[in-house]
């Protein structure tokens, strides 16, 4: 299709944070969701990739926003179908790179099976699960991440039901890339992101987020005895500030399943959980049926219909 | 007996499914167009892959109309049937498309399965005065059957028709060749000309009429085709480089086609996990510059409709196909109907500003996606094809279609447009948003989003941001209603009653006229392609008949408008009552328009 000539010229110069830039995020003051921002920000800066070789895609939640606050390409979508735009991005673009927005609601309720269809098809992109264990745009209701018994507005009496573990789903449904890891943690944060950018497929990362307007005391940040890092030299290296505050344990991302062990304890693990390279992906395999087909031209279209 | 001419017949033959009815009709519309007879072919789909045999929803049939001069739509009634056992004779009595003169060629092998049942039925035809003639396979063809596994009746049946029709044995035979020869052995095939020569044999014992239609000879290439093939390749001819869809009836066969022939065109399909990542798919391709369609039918269209809304809002463009089907809910997947159109133009929440392009034939399917890419393109604003089940799944021989290979949508061709009453679009459109560019265009970065905007695609609520964008989403409709020629009229441009029809009723109602005018009858008919937004002087239009109404295959009666109805009596201000808004699942027929339109002149 055509591109409309009205683009501004091309910076030659380095990509700085500056650049990134577009409007002040409309999001609370202190909301986990500036870390997950400005990790991003800092893994493009650092790779320098082209911003106009990025698509941020997302659906619809305080999550969903993150689009508008990046200088590059985006798509804000529908709740609960980013993946269903990026799969077509992806597929008919790997040029491009492509980075999912998703929250916990987005992604585990309302979107569940995009999720299911997306780690299945494995199809390269960066997924960011922004778990904050609650809707919050909507202002306070039970997601299927929300901790049993914690009271929300539409589960006031405490939300009834256990919560749904992104990670053992991730890992149930055949991902190819499991990383958990928070938004406070920037340098973990960044490495799980340039990890998950250099993975072959659909990087699933589960980032712990605050909601610091609804759920100010969900994620106790004054401790980090509750949570352990996972580190290996196919790994990602537990956080540089607060690995000494905690313990790490070795873990090596073939092994499922000791991965699953770790994704399913009650204990918070961060770090990478499971990794298979060689996973076959969607989107080359359609590239690949494409490429290998024999050409056909245009001009001899209805031949085969003539009588 | 004696041969007699006819310049238009039609007949069907109905069988259980699973017995190859179809693959009778598709050897006798070969065969019938090599032999330089036009032919219009509607199958009859069973709903279910295997239904219980002799029972009535195991029907499937074809119905075929032949004529010596090129026709638009299936026709009336069958003057000739075929009929397996009683059962489904009788389900097709209940439709009532038979002429009562007709012959009804019962075969009685079951007879001793049901004999009460056989009686009942020959009563009921007996009753109606219709005229039964019975038949038996002779034993030789029953040993031929047994040897083969039982199947094979719908070759004894082509032998019959064969005869009936005065076919050249020759060409059928070659046809059956070509359609089995690779998948049967010798000596079975063997076997199956054996049935078909027994079954002719056996037509001729019953010293039946048999008809001639004259051949016409044709000039410049034709081409076979039905409306979703046709379709498909329009696809790819006007440049669509990802076909995205999940399974649904009858809009599947795009897909079946399209991942069979579109990577060797350097594109690719896309089965996606549901209805709704079908669209997001393609509409996420689209953002990313690539032409992009998705195709569905009934519930399909009700899932699509959030991202629908979501498409016009962030300005990406987005072909949906729409085959219809009878509804509401999962209605009849196999069975035509219009009754989608006003969920197409109204569908999804908010306000709506959508294009919707209708299909009238096969040739018009080849097209409508070239239509459909250049709207789109230009306006950034969802747009639809509207096919239905009756368009989509008939045969047809054509003039082979003029080819286009578009790449940009500018280089659309004149008669392309024309064809849908459409002149070119002003070239400078504004939208919503100034910048427009394509991943990948250094420093053309931009983001949408459903939220409403202000110019620079920041999300703003405004009270003037959210009124300016609905006025540029709403000219970019109004350029397409100031676009629009006068819309094709049948008969002449004032008279006492107009028809007004859209997508596939256009063969019916051209005739209807055709034959009402002979009849001295004061009626003309209007067709509609593009049937959402209107043309600007459709009210001045419509206003030189003294009254007008419309022929849908959709529900309607005196006190609830069909939707056409409704439509165009909110647009134009005309009291527009359906002449026939029927949804039986069956197309309109000529005849029964004219009878309609006799009344109302009365
Ligand atoms: S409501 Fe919660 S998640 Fe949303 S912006 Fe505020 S703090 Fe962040």
Redesign the interface.
């Known amino acids: ?4 000539n ?6 030659a110069t380095e990509i700085t944070l500056k650049d990134l830039n ?2 002040n995020p ?1 999001w609370c003051p202190g909301c986990g969701d500036f870390g997950i921002l400005n990790a991003l920000k800092h893994f493009i800066v650092e790779r320098q990739l ?8 997302s659906g619809i939640g305080c999550s969903g ?1 993150a ?2 606050y990046l ?8 709740h609960g ?1 980013a ?7 992806s ?3 790997p ?2 790179s492509v980075f999912i927005h998703s929250g916990d609601g987005d992604s585990m309720s309302i979107g569940g ?2 999720l ?2 997306g780690i299945n098809k494995n199809f390269n992109c960066v997924f960011l699960m922004y778990d904050n264990e609650i809707y919050a745009l909507t202002k306070n209701q039970t997601s299927p991440t929300t901790r049993k018994d914690h009271p929300t507005s539409t589960q006031p009496f405490g939300s009834v039901l256990n919560a749904l573990n992104p990670l053992t789903v991730a890992l149930g449904l055949g991902a190819s890339f499991v990383a958990s890891t928070a938004d406070w943690m920037p340098d973990h944060l960044g490495n799980t992101i340039k990890a998950a950018y250099d993975h072959p497929g659909f990087a699933f990362v589960h980032i712990c987020q605050r909601c610091v307007h609804f759920d100010p005391t969900n994620f106790d940040l004054k401790s980090s005895s509750w949570y352990t890092f996972l580190k290996h030299a196919n790994g990602i290296a537990p956080d540089n500030r607060l690995a000494s505050k905690t313990e790490t344990l070795e873990h090596d991302p073939a092994d499922i399943v000791t991965a699953f062990k770790f994704a399913g304890a009650e204990r918070r693990y961060f770090g990478l959980f499971y990794q298979d390279k060689n996973k076959p992906r969607y989107d080359e395999a ?2 690949g ?2 490429a ?5 031209d ?2 001899t ?2 031949d085969p ?3 | 007996m004696a041969i007699e001419k006819r310049s238009v017949t039609r007949f069907e033959l109905l069988m259980d499914a699973g017995f190859g009815a179809q693959k009778s009709g598709d050897i006798l519309l ?1 065969a019938f ?2 032999m330089g007879k036009y032919v219009y072919v509607e199958p009859m789909i069973p709903a279910e892959i295997s239904p219980l045999p002799r029972s009535k929803p195991a029907l499937s049939g074809v119905i075929i109309r032949l004529a010596d001069f090129d026709i638009t739509n299936i026709g009336n009634n069958s003057d000739l049937t075929i009929a397996a056992h009683e059962i489904i004779l009788s389900r097709r009595l209940d439709d009532g498309e038979y002429n009562p003169q007709g012959i009804f060629l019962l075969d009685t092998g079951d007879r001793e399965k049901n004999p009460e049942s056989y009686e009942a039925v020959l009563k009921r035809c007996a009753k109606d005065g219709l005229n039964v003639i019975t038949f038996d396979m002779d034993e030789a063809s029953k040993a031929i059957l047994q040897s083969i596994g039982g199947k094979g009746q719908n070759i004894f049946y082509l032998g019959m028709l064969s005869y009936i029709y005065n076919m050249d044995e020759d060409i059928v035979k070659n046809e059956i060749e070509k359609t089995f020869g690779k998948k049967l052995k010798p000596d079975v095939m063997e076997k199956n000309i054996g049935l078909y020569h027994n079954g002719y044999q056996l037509a001729k014992g019953l010293d039946l009429l048999r008809y001639q239609i004259d051949s016409t000879p044709r000039e410049g ?5 039905d409306g979703n ?1 046709a379709l498909s ?1 329009g696809v ?2 006007a440049g669509f ?2 076909f ?1 869809g999940y399974p649904i009836t009858p809009a599947s066969s795009v897909m079946h086609t399209l991942a069979r ?10 089965q ?3 209805e ?17 369609i998705t195709a569905t039918s009934g519930p399909g269209l009700s899932l699509k409709q ?2 629908i809304g ?1 498409a016009q809002a ?1 300005e ?2 987005i072909v949906i196909l729409d085959v219809q089907r009878g509804g509401p809910s999962t209605g009849m997947p196999t069975k035509t109907e219009q009754s989608d159109l006003l969920a197409a133009a109204f569908g999804s929440h908010g306000d709506h500003t959508k294009i919707v392009i209708s299909v009238a034939n096969v040739i018009d399917c080849f097209y409508a996606p070239h239509v459909a890419r250049y709207l789109t ?1 230009k306006l950034r604003l969802p747009v639809f094809i509207m096919s239905d089940f009756q368009t989509a799944n008939s045969y047809k ?1 054509i003039s ?2 003029r ?1 286009v ?1 578009l790449n ?3 280089d659309i061709p004149d008669f392309v447009l024309e064809r849908f009453h459409l002149k070119r679009l002003p070239e400078n459109i504004e939208m919503v948003l ?18 409403t905007t202000d110019i620079q695609g ?2 703003s609520t405004f009270s003037k941001a959210s009124q300016r964008s609905h006025e540029v989403r709403n000219e970019k409709l109004h350029h397409v209603q100031r676009a629009l020629t006068a819309p094709e009229i049948f008969g002449a441009d004032t008279n006492d009653l107009l028809i007004v029809g859209w997508g596939s009723t256009r063969g019916a109602i051209e005739e209807a006229v055709g034959l009402a005018q002979k009849q001295g009858l004061k009626v003309s008919g209007l067709h509609l392609r593009i049937v959402y937004p209107l043309p600007l002087m459709l009210k001045e239009v419509l206003s030189r008949f003294k009254k007008v109404m419309s022929v849908e295959v959709a529900y309607g009666d005196a006190l609830k408008p069909s939707p056409l109805a409704l439509l165009l009596r909110s647009e134009a201000l005309v009291d527009i009552q359906p002449l026939m808004a029927q949804a039986t699942g069956r197309p309109v027929r000529p005849k029964v328009i004219v009878e309609r339109v006799k009344e109302v002149l009365k």
């Open positions: 299709m055509t591109t409309p009205n683009a501004s010229p091309a910076c577009t409007e409309r082209k911003p106009e070789s990025i698509v941020n895609v926003r689009p508008n200088n590059t390409y985006g798509v804000h979508s529908i179908r993946i269903t735009v990026a799969t077509g991005l597929l008919t673009r040029d491009l099976n995009h299911v269809h359609l590239r049926i494409t290998k087909a024999t050409k056909k245009r001009s279209l209805l219909y003539l009588i | 070969s167009v090599a290439d034709k081409i076979l085709i093939t390749l790819i001819d480089k990802l995205s022939e579109l990577p060797a065109y350097g594109g690719h399909v896309h996606a996990e549901d709704i990542a079908a669209i997001g798919a393609a509409i996420g391709a689209y953002f990313g510059g690539t032409p992009s959030e991202f979501f962030a990406i463009p393109e021989v082979k279609p080819l290979q940009n949508v500018n100034t910048l427009q560019s394509i991943p990948g265009t250094p420093g053309g970065m931009r983001r949408v989003t459903g939220l920041h999300v």
